[in-house]
């Protein structure tokens, strides 16, 4: 397992559209370790989400911290080729943070509920809901693997800025970089 460099923003690789995994390739070595140095490089950088381009890696792979269950221990999510769709017309805003714009932050809004399809690390089908916060890390994290980066999303700049600009504004709002 490695720390990988994390590409920030201006690197092409964070504006291509990233390749599907053959699900015959999930179980192999070069996946399994790309996946453990993208948990091992999101907790280093006090990330709670990352995504294959995010290292260089232009696949369909994102890991997450999936702490959303208040009855649940926390647990490492993979998600492999992920598709999303919104089940609402009603969004969320969140002040967005991520590892590939470090020290920035904005206001997005995206739809506060979201179905999800795709594979998990052991290459089994996945597909389940989510809403709220969760629904935005999701988004935010498969936007990565479009080529898209949160300030794409931000309809109103003046909701942008420098994390410790913006810090009065995340007190309620809980911070969080992807
Ligand atoms: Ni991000």
Known sequence: MAIRKVAV?????????????????????????LIQDMIETMFEYDGRGLAAPQIHESLQIVVMVWDFEPEAKPYLRVLIN????????ETASCWEGCLSLPGLRGKVNRPNKISVTGLDAKGQKIDFEAEGFAATVI????????GK????????????????????FLIKEEPVDH
Not at 23 to 31: A, L
Not at 82 to 89: D, G, Q, R, S, V
Not at 139 to 146: A, G, R
């Open 9 to 33: 923003m201006g690197h092409p690789v964070l504006r291509q559209v990233a390749k599907q995994v053959p699900e015959k390739d999930i179980s192999k070595p070069e996946i399994q370790t």
């Open 82 to 89: 992920p598709e999303i769709k919104p089940l609402t017309e």
């Open 139 to 146: 988004q935010h994290e498969c936007d990565h693997l479009i």
């Open 149 to 168: 980066l949160y300030i794409d999303r931000i309809t109103d700049l003046s909701q942008f800025g420098f994390s410790r600009e913006c810090s009065q």
